[in-house]
């Protein structure tokens, strides 16, 4: 189960020709089915509330910045967690910029006070992504699951709610892993679509954990609030589009680790320098995002 | 009674709003939001700050005292 929002909304992205990276071009039937279980079971419970309005402009930034970082790194924080239970030790390393990203905001807010206020053929069959897509929106709904709200939690409340949600999903995954012989602990495991620039990794899951927490939640999140009315989080979205074309219309993506079928030589992937200088500009917007806008901080 | 108006905002904004709010003085402050979750987060943070919550649902969401 290869499940990434970035990637499924990169594939979406070219698939409505907002880029022209051949290999990534798939109307993902997960993210529809995502946001349409996370809509259908908030009106079965009456939480839809149709909202807009706060900062929406700044969200739309946020949003690219979380799929720009997250395809500089490969992946957004839920495929970062299946990664690290299948023992890909490059997950492991972007967790650290992951979790850095994540804290900046609760010393922002200690330090400063309230001034800080401030690839597209390899997929599962339609319907049954389409199924599962609803059933996971659904439950990601209802357990308010979220990748950057439960750090943010830890260190700032020290409330473990949110992180056993995740906790919970890392150990099956674990198991499921371990079972099926699919547990290989190592850097560059082939099959895995990863690279071992460490300092990008770092980086480009610090800007995800960072613009998460100023958007109020990682991108899979954002699907989420965005089927249950609101309108911010579409906006998030519609920034994580525009992200994703930029990624591969500018060569920002990074690539991965694979075997050449030819010569069975293991080519190493790599950021891209368009890649680095993004994620540096990223990391800079966030940081002004954060110091000067006093209405969109973080929680 | 002061109030914290988060109505329509979506997170974290509310919860920036409320740890605000509770930095002035310790109070009692009622913070009015749209949402279950910004609930729940609203009293987790008052909470771990050592304040007492109890929340009403209203017309267009929830109050929550914070005593």
Same mark, same amino acid.
């Given at each position: 189960? @290869?499940?990434?929002?970035?990637?499924?909304?990169?594939?979406? =992205?070219?698939?409505?020709?907002?880029?022209?990276?051949?290999?990534? *071009?798939?109307?993902?039937?997960?993210?529809?089915?995502?946001?349409?279980?996370?809509?259908?079971?908030?009106? =079965?419970?009456?939480?839809?509330?149709?909202?807009?309005?706060?900062?929406?402009?700044?969200?739309?930034?946020?949003? /690219? $910045?979380?799929?720009?970082?997250?395809?500089?790194?490969?992946?957004?924080?839920?495929?970062?967690?299946?990664? /690290?239970?299948?023992?890909?030790?490059?997950?492991?390393?972007?967790?650290?910029?992951?979790?850095?990203?994540? #804290?900046?905001?609760?010393?922002?807010?200690?330090?400063?006070?309230?001034?800080?206020?401030?690839?597209?053929?390899?997929?599962?069959?339609?319907?049954?992504?389409?199924? +599962?897509?609803?059933?996971?929106?659904?439950?990601? *709904?209802?357990?308010?699951?979220?990748?950057? !709200?439960?750090?943010?939690?830890?260190?700032?409340?020290?409330?473990?709610?949110?992180?056993?949600?995740? +906790?919970?999903?890392?150990?099956?995954?674990? $198991?499921?892993? $371990?079972?099926?012989?699919?547990?290989?602990?190592?850097?560059?495991?082939? !099959?895995?679509? @990863?690279?071992?620039?460490?300092?990008?990794? $770092?980086?480009?899951?610090?800007?995800?954990?960072?613009?998460?927490?100023?958007?109020?939640?990682?991108?899979?999140? *954002?699907?989420?609030?965005?089927? *249950?009315?609101?309108?911010?989080?579409?906006?998030?979205?519609?920034? /994580?589009?525009?992200? =994703?074309?930029?990624?591969?219309?500018?060569?920002?993506?990074?690539? +991965?680790?694979?075997?050449?079928?030819?010569?069975?030589?293991?080519?190493?992937?790599?950021?891209?320098?368009?890649?680095?200088? =993004?994620?540096? #500009?990223?990391?800079?917007?966030?940081?002004?995002?954060?110091?000067?806008?006093?209405?969109?901080?973080?929680? | 009674?002061?109030? &914290?108006?988060?109505?329509?905002?979506?997170?974290?904004?509310?919860?920036?709003?409320?740890?605000?709010?509770? %930095? %002035?003085?310790?109070?009692? &402050?009622? &913070?009015?939001?749209?949402?279950?979750?910004?609930?729940?987060?609203?009293?987790?943070?008052?909470?771990?700050?050592?304040?007492?919550?109890?929340?009403?649902?209203?017309?267009?969401?929830?109050? &929550?005292?914070?005593?």
């Amino acid at each position: 189960m @290869a499940f990434c929002i970035a990637c499924f909304i990169r594939d979406t =992205a070219g698939a409505l020709g907002l880029h022209s990276a051949e290999a990534v *071009q798939y109307a993902r039937p997960e993210i529809i089915g995502l946001v349409l279980g996370a809509f259908l079971i908030s009106v =079965a419970t009456k939480e839809y509330r149709s909202t807009a309005g706060s900062s929406s402009m700044v969200r739309f930034v946020l949003g /690219m $910045i979380l799929v720009i970082g997250s395809l500089v790194f490969l992946g957004c924080p839920l495929r970062m967690i299946i990664r /690290m239970s299948a023992g890909d030790l490059n997950a492991w390393v972007a967790l650290i910029g992951f979790i850095l990203g994540v #804290l900046i905001l609760s010393l922002g807010t200690s330090l400063l006070k309230s001034s800080t206020s401030g690839p597209g053929s390899m997929h599962a069959p339609i319907l049954l992504s389409l199924i +599962g897509g609803l059933i996971f929106g659904a439950v990601a *709904q209802k357990s308010r699951m979220c990748f950057a !709200g439960s750090i943010r939690d830890v260190i700032l409340m020290r409330n473990f709610d949110l992180l056993t949600i995740i +906790g919970g999903f890392f150990v099956v995954m674990l $198991i499921f892993n $371990i079972a099926t012989g699919r547990f290989v602990p190592a850097f560059d495991t082939p !099959g895995v679509i @990863a690279h071992s620039e460490h300092l990008w990794n $770092i980086l480009g899951m610090y800007a995800v954990g960072f613009a998460a927490v100023l958007a109020g939640g990682c991108p899979l999140r *954002q699907l989420i609030l965005a089927g *249950q009315g609101s309108s911010d989080s579409a906006v998030t979205v519609l920034g /994580m589009f525009a992200g =994703a074309a930029a990624a591969h219309n500018f060569g920002l993506a990074a690539s +991965g680790t694979a075997l050449d079928a030819e010569t069975q030589e293991l080519v190493a992937g790599a950021v891209p320098m368009n890649g680095k200088v =993004a994620v540096i #500009l990223c990391i800079v917007v966030c940081f002004v995002i954060a110091f000067t806008n006093n209405r969109s901080e973080g929680k | 009674m002061r109030e &914290v108006d988060a109505r329509g905002l979506s997170c974290p904004e509310p919860l920036m709003l409320t740890a605000e709010a509770l %930095k %002035k003085g310790n109070d009692p &402050v009622r &913070v009015l939001v749209t949402e279950p979750h910004q609930k729940m987060n609203v009293e987790k943070f008052a909470k771990d700050h050592g304040r007492k919550t109890t929340s009403t649902e209203t017309e267009d969401g929830f109050a &929550v005292v914070i005593e």
